[in-house]
DNA sequence: GTCTATATGACGATAGAC
DNA sequence: GTCTATCGTCATATAGAC
């Protein structure tokens, strides 16, 4: 006899709802671990569960991994559309958008530390992540792309560079922020931090040099100086 | 009866041998596995000697990331210092200075990310560099700052920013250009990188930046811009 | 379908024989 | 200085209890 359809609802929502558990416990270890601290026995002892239980819901420990660079990225990938559409629609400045837009990405990573190092690094021998757990880095990176294609059109960043270079280079300044402060002083909160205290400094050189060059009549050439 | 001082120096250069072949095979497990894939089992198999020998060198497996930390860091610092050393006295420009040595720094850690994991990131659980170890780390930023405080002595650095701040806004650059690489794409050779290929844009930018501001009668001030 | 008991082989590390 | 033997822990596979 086939099983009632509330049964499998019932089923489906227990079974979704210990993978999140799993998950959940394994973030928590993993932050105060470190990625690689993470260990199936220790999530199954918190859980109150045997070891192998972990293996009904994952089949291995890279799944697990997988689970769980997903789960950050698309977090991530929250926290920047959430920022993003709180920012004005028509901005006087490329700073304007970047900064808040930049401090906000750093200081989700600052505070996710062990999904920035899951995320940014390769803490994990022989792990690499699935094309659909990559998928909303994927999707944040266009996010990017497109809000600066936008910003091209509207003439406030420069014409004559592709707006791939510039998301590229953005994305170096912020990875290049998130990895010193991580590496270096990684108990310093995002408010305290000695290299987040930089990100301003970098998102207006940024601007700077992605700013449309003001024409020579105007107030000098800035182009003649490379 | 006392050993004769040839008979130390014997043992004592056969122990420094024998550490350093260690340290040579470690080096080439973590250049396969990745730093967190490095075992004691694997470093003895590959001597043809039993696990436990491995201990009459190295304390603990932490100790033996320590000396690799310390190896690479010291190399690292002689390949910076190499560079430094074959760059102009009186340079005319920042970038002039400050490219070579960009390249190099991202050359030698793509060409030895395995060791750049251990230097940049923190893949090994509850592993921290001793004060020893990161002593050449140390150096190096020193270099660093002493090249930037002569550039500023000389006027190829901006007189308003203080040598510490470009000193970290310089090595963010950098590191994330290194960051970017070896975690999206490791298996690129340095010269056909993606993120690599940013480094000079990045460092025009920051010479840009860094540059002493004309004053507003010879080509506008371009301090007014922000 | 879900979990447990049990087993395998690798790991880091230690103790003690030679 | 190197060995054997051993401990406790780990990820993981299988077989079976409920």
């Given amino acids: 006899m ?17 993978i999140e558990e799993i ?17 199936v026995g220790e999530i199954a002892r918190r859980m109150g569960i045997r070891p192998p239980s972990v293996y009904v819901y ?15 990225a698309r977090r991530l990938l929250e926290a920047m559309k959430s920022v993003n559409a709180a920012l004005p629609a028509k901005p006087a ?18 505070e996710h530390a062990a999904y920035s190092q899951l995320l940014f690094w390769r803490p994990v021998p022989g792990f690499t992540p699935s094309t659909e757990a990559y998928q909303p880095a994927v999707a944040l990176t266009e996010l990017v792309r497109d ?22 280079d953005l994305t170096i300044l912020i990875s ?3 990895s010193q402060q991580l590496s270096n002083a990684p108990q310093e909160p995002f408010d305290e931090g000695r290299f987040s205290a930089a990100t301003p400094a970098l998102v207006s050189m940024f601007a700077d040099y992605y700013s449309p060059r003001r024409p020579a009549t105007e107030t000098g050439d800035r182009g003649a100086l490379r």
Avoid: C, N
Wanted: glycine share 6%; charged share 25%.
């Fill in 2 to 18: 086939a099983p009632l359809p509330a049964t499998i609802d019932r089923r489906h929502r227990r079974r979704a709802e210990t």
């Fill in 147 to 168: 809000r600066l294609k936008e910003l091209q059109d509207a003439g406030l960043l420069r014409a004559d560079v592709a707006v791939d270079q510039a998301e590229r």
């Fill in 93 to 110: 400045t490329l700073e304007e958008i970047l900064l808040p837009a930049a401090q906000e990405s750093v200081r989700w990573s600052i």
């Fill in 58 to 72: 994952f089949s291995s420990k890279h799944a697990l991994y997988d689970a769980l660079f997903a789960r950050g």
């Fill in 176 to 178: 290049g922020v998130i």
């Fill in 23 to 39: 998950l959940d416990i394994a973030a928590q270890i993993m932050a105060e671990q470190g990625v690689a601290g993470l260990s």
